[in-house]
């Protein structure tokens, strides 16, 4: 349909999934001002792209999400759905700092200057948290405008847990990498602070004259020891991610 209509049409001789096409279509629209994507399974409205790529014509954005959960819109979802993206949006706000209502929306706007930032290394749809996040780390400006959508014309062949499971342990992985003070130090503290407390009270137990169990004190010293590997683990990977932020910077 889109060839008849006069588009230029790039095809995949194999489905190499979405993260693949979007890099495919971003190397294609090379010399354009304003690129804008949005999902084949005809959810969206095209009449919507004067909306979506106002902001960035004003200077207000880089980068414009389309949400369909804004002002409370988004009724007609699945619930079951609905409490999914927002476990997504949730994690993907945590790993980029960003406060986006709908992280997997596939409707955006995009202006030229931001397509080095994007890393594309994801193939499928986990491509839509990947994106935010990057653009977050180059410190592009992310605003959202609302959208709507049509559910009368869904045709995705993901299914929706897979689908949300493959997005959550994407976007846990980018934490791991983008914030590891909270992935790994914060975690070690709270391991090492409970090593720490047994280790008082055993010390107070034995004070007093009771006797150390062995089993209870080696729990408490691989608790303390774990503890504070993983709290300077997070030290390190925080500064190493800080120098490669600056270099890219």
């Given at each position: 349909?889109?060839?008849?209509?006069?588009?230029?049409?790039?095809?995949?001789?194999?489905?190499?999934?979405?993260?693949?096409?979007?890099?495919?279509?971003?190397?294609?629209?090379?010399?354009?001002?304003?690129?804008?994507?949005?999902?084949?399974?005809?959810?969206?409205?095209?009449?919507?792209?004067?909306?979506?790529?106002?902001?960035?014509?004003?200077?207000?954005?880089?980068?414009?999400?389309?949400?369909?959960?804004?002002?409370?819109?988004?009724?007609?979802?699945?619930?079951?759905?609905?409490?999914?993206?927002?476990?997504?949006?949730?994690?993907?706000?945590?790993?980029?700092?960003?406060?986006?209502?709908?992280?997997?929306?596939?409707?955006?706007?995009?202006?030229?200057?931001?397509?080095?930032?994007?890393?594309?290394?994801?193939?499928?749809?986990?491509?839509?948290?990947?994106?935010?996040v990057d653009a977050a780390l180059a410190k592009l400006?992310?605003?959202?405008?609302?959208?709507?959508?049509?559910?009368?014309?869904?045709?995705?062949?993901?299914?929706?847990?897979?689908?949300?499971?493959?997005?959550?342990?994407?976007?846990?992985?980018?934490?791991?990498?983008?914030?590891?003070?909270?992935?790994?130090?914060?975690?070690?503290?709270?391991?090492?602070?409970?090593?720490?407390?047994?280790?008082?009270?055993?010390?107070r137990t034995f004070y007093l004259g009771g006797n150390?169990?062995?089993?209870?004190?080696?729990?408490?010293v691989m608790l303390f020891m774990v503890g504070t590997?993983?709290?300077?683990?997070?030290?390190?990977?925080?500064?190493?991610?800080?120098?490669?932020?600056?270099?890219?910077?």
């Amino acid at each position: 349909m889109a060839g008849m209509a006069g588009a230029e049409v790039i095809r995949h001789p194999i489905n190499r999934g979405k993260g693949a096409a979007l890099r495919s279509g971003f190397n294609a629209a090379n010399g354009a001002d304003i690129i804008v994507t949005l999902d084949a399974d005809g959810q969206h409205y095209p009449s919507e792209i004067p909306n979506l790529i106002a902001p960035i014509l004003k200077g207000e954005a880089d980068v414009v999400n389309g949400s369909r959960y804004m002002n409370g819109h988004g009724r007609n979802t699945p619930k079951y759905r609905r409490l999914g993206q927002k476990v997504l949006d949730k994690a993907t706000n945590f790993s980029s700092g960003l406060d986006v209502t709908d992280s997997q929306s596939g409707f955006r706007a995009f202006a030229a200057h931001t397509v080095p930032v994007f890393r594309f290394r994801e193939s499928g749809f986990e491509i839509e948290s990947e994106m935010l996040v990057d653009a977050a780390l180059a410190k592009l400006k992310v605003k959202e405008v609302e959208i709507g959508v049509r559910y009368d014309v869904d045709c995705s062949t993901e299914h929706p847990v897979s689908h949300g499971v493959r997005v959550l342990v994407k976007v846990l992985h980018d934490i791991e990498l983008n914030r590891p003070l909270y992935y790994f130090t914060v975690h070690g503290m709270v391991i090492g602070g409970i090593g720490t407390f047994m280790g008082l009270s055993f010390l107070r137990t034995f004070y007093l004259g009771g006797n150390l169990l062995f089993g209870p004190t080696l729990v408490m010293v691989m608790l303390f020891m774990v503890g504070t590997f993983m709290s300077f683990t997070g030290i390190i990977l925080h500064s190493m991610s800080r120098m490669i932020n600056e270099l890219r910077n």
